[in-house]
């Protein structure tokens, strides 16, 4: 069983930046590949970015390709997304996903385990 345990969510206004942390436990972290969902009020979860394990391999929705970053330290078994200029539509609960597949999870059935989420919320 893995446990993921996100952190670094909150309030920032428009144009700014945040990064969430994502600390995994429970199996060996370099055999998951690791991404981020986002789920809106009122709207479905929907993938943000992944990376994948050993090599690293990352992939963003269009949407926030350009201004976020999935990054992995693979020696602290955390995941990392960096989000700059963010906007209101940003605005979600942002949870942490791993898969023991090959391939990101880009989709909520792909992943194994989830973490409990971490509001972020931007202001305009």
């Known amino acids: 069983q893995v446990q993921l345990v996100e952190s670094g969510g909150g309030l920032v206004e428009a144009g700014g930046s945040l990064r969430l942390s994502c600390a995994a436990s429970?199996?060996?972290?370099?055999?998951?590949?690791m991404a981020w969902f986002r789920q809106a009020p009122g709207k479905e979860r929907e993938f943000v970015s992944g990376?994948?394990?050993?090599?690293?391999?990352?992939y963003s929705a269009d949407s926030v390709k350009g201004r976020f970053t999935i990054s992995r330290d693979n020696a602290k078994n955390t995941v990392y997304l960096q989000m700059n200029s963010l906007q209101p539509e940003d605005t979600a609960v942002y949870y942490c996903?791993?898969?023991?597949?090959?391939?990101?999870?880009?989709?909520?059935?792909?992943?194994?385990?989830w973490g409990q989420g971490t509001q972020v919320t931007v202001s305009s």
């Open positions: 429970g199996r060996t972290f370099s055999d998951l590949s």
């Open positions: 990376i994948s394990r050993s090599v690293g391999i990352t």
């Open positions: 996903a791993a898969a023991r597949n090959l391939g990101i999870p880009t989709t909520s059935v792909g992943a194994d385990y």
